[in-house]
């Protein structure tokens, strides 16, 4: 079935006639599969190995299980299933939708054309009614950023009725579920839905819906920013943007936000119909994979500058997305912008942004531990609380619903964000790329209200911010597929020397704590260990090591590498020379090229 874009234009709810009841539940014998184990976003693996038989079927199975167990009656409420497109999702879908039928579920909403983006699928189980079929949980068929395709990756992750990823408890319960099955439930006569047409089908006790894409998740973002202020930025005659989607699941969402909503010409968006391989590009959007945009913004994969493309001029801002559409990259012209520091910078100008400012302003901020202390600055001033959370977006979830769920403190409104270009706010339970985007574009319009001024640019407003708090020089390297194994063994012999490394001189660095990150909970109290091997300096620099939970196949090692810089003089330093001498300590500790063969990143970022 086809992957055009969903949402742009609204087609007319068609209920088809009734089905036959559904026939016989069948029992389908199996036997578990290793490694099922959901990691920080669910469960990755090649797409290849999701198309065995029972492979797919096992974790769904389990995944009903689990929920059962925890107590959700999964015949009550609606199911919601979609995806970003990636080669397999519609076949997914429809094997989904007979399981659902077989456990009982009596109402299953579809994204059409079987696509959602991921903060999208938050938003609808958040905010679509009527709330009487309010979802109690939704299957998001994404490998996120991993490449798509036959060959490449897929994925599948279970939100909860809040919006949120699934949490700990639940997912540890879903994964022994997968070492002990048996069998699953099908029903055979479930019809084919065509995904391409909203419409409604009745088979038996089971309804069956397939729903516009785009429009909540695009009301919901009118009611968080104003649309008005940034049309005046984007109509701007020295203002232009460009934004990638990068053939992800972002299209649709760009093209109702841009051309629909803000009354942009179609060439704003870019690379926007979602494909199943992302035009066999890798839906990733950082300065090495977002190559295009990144060379039409005037810079290379370093963040150096160029003059970008011949006959194009270079545009005021750029973004990109990833293939769920949860990440964001930002860019000026001629400019990148770090995903910490742009973290920082929307903290700082939160006020600008009617959701947070109409209830009182910022309450609370969080960034992943990885993440750079850039917003620890931002919320010291703002005497706000700090969270420093392990990787993961569910981990960000507690802080959100303290007081909903918990009936603890109130931190919201909220924003948190994670070094690997996601960002977010309490609006919804998944970090949100458009969300951001349009952060910055509001950010933008507050600070240029008279048009016959010289626009003020990203640049300006991050250069800025500098001045203000201070630079956190920070980079990223990522070592993507080395032997699992190998690099496994450099992080238990990092973890076993941690106590030997305290104290420690490299070079004109001294390591005042070398530990394994640790992080209690301060809503529920639950703990979680083994977040990643940090070696803090006395000076304040920090290298953390982690392996990534979201590859598909073999290891991602990261490594992280950040030095506070608060002289005025030094703020524009290139980050390779500020941080020279720190990653050959960081290689140094780590003996990467020992253990895995190589100390030459796949990316820098």
């Known amino acids: 079935m086809g992957n055009s874009p969903s949402g742009a234009t609204k087609d007319a709810k068609e209920v088809e006639p009734e089905l036959p009841e559904v026939g016989l539940i069948e029992d389908v014998p199996t036997e578990p599969f290793e490694g099922q184990k959901p990691g920080t976003s669910g469960l990755r693996k090649k797409t290849q190995v999701f198309m065995q038989p029972h492979y797919l079927e096992n974790f769904v199975q389990a995944t009903f299980d689990a929920v059962t167990e925890v107590g959700i009656d999964i015949t009550s409420g609606s199911l919601l299933i979609g995806g970003d497109g990636r080669y397999h999702n519609d076949t ?70 809040h919006g949120e990823p699934a949490p700990e408890f639940l997912t540890d319960k879903i994964h022994l579920n997968t070492t002990r099955i048996i069998g699953y439930k099908v029903v055979k006569d479930v019809p084919i839905i065509d995904l391409t047409r909203v419409g409604t089908v009745v088979h038996g006790p089971v309804t069956i819906e397939v729903i516009d894409s785009t429009d909540v998740h695009v009301n919901l973002l009118k009611s968080v920013f104003d649309f008005t202020l940034i049309k005046g930025l984007l109509d701007r005659p020295d203002f232009s943007m460009i934004y990638d989607s990068m053939h992800g699941v972002n299209g649709p969402y760009a093209i109702a936000v841009f051309e629909i909503e803000l009354g942009q010409h179609s060439s704003v968006n870019f690379n926007a119909e979602p494909k199943e391989d992302f035009n066999g590009a890798h839906a990733d959007p950082n300065l090495t994979y977002a190559e295009e945009l990144v060379a039409v913004m005037g810079l290379d994969a370093q963040g150096g500058i160029t003059d970008g493309i011949d006959g194009y001029p270079i545009p005021s801002f750029g973004a990109a997305a990833d293939g769920d559409g949860d990440r964001n990259m930002i860019l000026g012209s001629q400019f990148f912008v770090t995903p910490s520091d742009s973290l920082a910078v929307i903290c700082d100008n939160a006020e600008c942004i009617p959701f947070i400012a109409s209830q009182g302003g910022l309450k609370g901020v969080a960034r992943s531990m990885p993440t750079s202390g850039a917003v620890d600055h931002v919320a010291k001033r703002l005497g706000i609380p700090l969270f420093e959370t392990p990787t993961g977006w569910k981990y960000f979830g507690n802080l959100m619903d303290s007081k909903e769920i918990f009936n603890s403190t109130d931190y919201t409104p909220f924003i948190c964000g994670e070094e690997s270009f996601g960002t977010g706010s309490n609006h919804i339970r998944e970090k949100d790329g458009i969300w951001a985007v349009l952060a910055w574009l509001q950010i933008l319009a507050f600070h240029n209200p008279d048009p016959s001024q010289q626009l003020v640019t990203v640049e300006d407003i991050v250069q800025n911010h500098w001045k203000t708090y201070g630079r956190n020089y920070y980079c990223r390297w990522d070592f993507e597929g080395v032997d699992k194994n190998e690099a496994n063994r450099m992080m238990a012999h990092m973890r076993m020397n941690a106590g030997r490394n305290t104290g420690q001189e490299m070079g004109s660095y001294v390591i005042a704590t070398a530990d394994d990150f640790k992080y209690v909970d301060p809503v529920d109290e639950s703990v979680t260990e083994k977040q990643g091997i940090r070696f803090l300096m006395e000076d304040g620099s920090r290298i953390i090591f982690r392996l990534s939970g979201t590859a598909g196949s073999g290891a991602t090692v990261r490594m992280y590498i950040e030095k506070y810089e608060p002289d005025e003089s030094k703020l524009n330093m290139p980050v390779s020379e500020a941080l020279n001498e720190l990653v050959y300590v960081a290689l140094d500790l780590c003996d990467i090229k020992g253990f895995c063969g190589t100390e030459t990143p796949t990316v820098i970022t």
């Open 92 to 161: 997914a879908i429809q094997t989904i939708i007979s399981m659902a039928a077989a456990n009982g579920v009596k109402r299953i909403w579809i994204g059409r054309n079987g696509l959602i983006s991921t903060p999208a699928a938050s938003a609808i189980i958040r905010e679509r009614g009527p709330r009487w079929q309010a979802p109690f949980g939704a299957f998001i068929l994404t490998a996120s950023h991993n490449p798509g395709g036959p060959d490449e990756d897929f994925g599948i992750k279970f939100n909860c009725k």
